[in-house]
């Protein structure tokens, strides 16, 4: 895919997509991406789904453990460089 190639969304997504990227460091190891506003919202997405799971939340269902593992799925496959640094 080349720059100039707008990815899409994926249909089961339902989250806010941003217009805007922006750079996301990992905590642990220091290294950095930019993301997309796409990319983005999905990594956001990710972590927020982590940020619950920790909690223990009774709000955690089957749909939101899909969701999770589309979203990985989505991650890897999508930008797969980012993925490793920033969530693997």
Do not use: H
């Amino acid at each position: 895919m080349n720059k100039t190639t707008k990815k899409q969304a994926p249909k089961w997504f339902t989250g806010q997509i941003y217009t805007k990227g922006d750079t996301v460091t990992n905590p642990f190891s220091g290294e950095s991406f930019d993301l997309t506003g796409l990319e983005l919202s999905i990594y956001d997405f990710i972590m927020g789904c982590n940020m619950v799971f920790a909690t223990g939340s009774n709000r955690v269902n089957d749909e939101m453990i899909r969701d999770f593992d589309k979203a990985l799925r989505w991650f890897r496959n999508n930008n797969s460089s980012a993925y490793m640094a920033l969530l693997d």
